[in-house]
T-cell receptor, first 114, second 112 residues
Framework: GAGVSQSPSNKVTEKGKDVELRCDPI?????LYWYRQRLGQGLEFLIY????????KSGLPSDRFSAERTGESVSTLTIQRTQQEDSAVYLC????????????FGDGTRLSIL | EDKVVQSPLSLVVHEGDTVTLNCSYE??????LLWYKQEKKAPTFLFML????IEKKSGRLSSILDKKELFSILNITATQTGDSAIYLC????????????FGKGTRLHILP
C-alpha cells in the first residue's frame, strides 16, 4: 500500500484478555519496527524484524509480549493477559532496510485496558 | 547505556517566534541522527543527519549535527500554529543491531 497500515486503530479490552495488533508495512520494506508510546512520552522500542527474523527482542517488556512476521510483510504484536499498564499507543514503522534509512510510521493502535 | 536526551521537554511560544530544540546523545557507535514531527498520530520524517556541520534545511526548518559535542539542534523560524507538535529525536547505533533510540520528545505549542 501507499503507507504503513495498522489495525485496529483503537482497541478497548478488559484486563486479562489477549490482544493482537496488526501492521502492514510499505510493500518491499524489509525492516519493520514496533514501538510503544505512553501518554506524553517518547517512543519505547519493543522489537524489530529484518525480513521475518527478529534480531533484537530486548525491548519486549515481559514474556506476555510476542511478535511475529510472515512473508516479509505483515507483522502481529500479541499481548497476553493484558494489564492496565499496557495501555498505550503501539506504533509500527517500516524502512527499506535497517540502518541509515528513515522509518515510515503507521498511525498506531491506541490500546486501552479497563 | 545508550541514551538520547531532548530539551526542553515542552515549549510554548507565540506565532512568529523562532525556536531551537535540542537533542544530545550517547551511543556506542553512531550512525545517524533523525528528527521526526508527531502531530496527532504517526511521526513524520523531517531530517537525517550523518555528518557534522552540514545544515539541512526544509522551508522554515533547519537542523545541524555536532558529532564532537554529541548533539543536534532543530530550528524553526517564523513559527506558525501548524508547527505545534511533538518533535522527536532518534539515534541509530550501529552496535545495537539497528535499534533506533528515541528521546522523550519536545512538545511545542504555538500560540496564535
Amino acid at each position: 500500500g501507499a503507507g504503513v497500515s495498522q489495525s485496529p486503530s483503537n482497541k478497548v479490552t478488559e484486563k486479562g484478555k489477549d490482544v493482537e495488533l496488526r501492521c502492514d508495512p510499505i510493500s518491499g520494506h524489509t525492516a519493520l519496527y514496533w514501538y510503544r508510546q505512553r501518554l506524553g512520552q517518547g517512543l519505547e522500542f519493543l522489537i524489530y524484524f529484518q525480513g521475518n527474523s527478529a534480531p533484537d527482542k530486548s525491548g519486549l517488556p515481559s514474556d506476555r509480549f510476542s511478535a511475529e512476521r510472515t512473508g516479509e510483510s505483515v507483522s502481529t504484536l500479541t499481548i497476553q493477559r493484558t494489564q492496565q499498564e499496557d495501555s498505550a499507543v503501539y506504533l509500527c514503522a517500516s524502512s527499506p532496510r535497517t540502518g541509515n534509512q528513515p522509518q515510515h510510521f503507521g498511525d498506531g493502535t491506541r490500546l486501552s485496558i479497563l | 547505556e545508550d541514551k538520547v536526551v531532548q530539551s526542553p521537554l515542552s515549549l510554548v511560544v507565540h506565532e512568529g517566534d523562532t525556536v531551537t530544540l535540542n537533542c544530545s546523545y550517547e551511543v556506542t557507535n553512531f550512525r545517524s541522527l533523525l528528527w521526526y514531527k508527531q502531530e496527532k498520530k504517526a511521526p513524520t520524517f523531517l531530517f537525517m543527519l550523518t555528518s557534522s556541520g552540514i545544515e539541512k534545511k526544509s522551508g522554515r526548518l533547519s537542523s545541524i549535527l555536532d558529532k564532537k559535542e554529541l548533539f543536534s539542534i532543530l530550528n524553526i523560524t517564523a513559527t506558525q500554529t501548524g508547527d505545534s507538535a511533538i518533535y522527536l529525536c532518534a539515534v541509530d547505533d550501529m552496535n545495537r543491531d539497528d535499534k533506533i533510540i528515541f528521546g522523550k520528545g519536545t512538545r511545542l505549542h504555538i500560540l496564535p
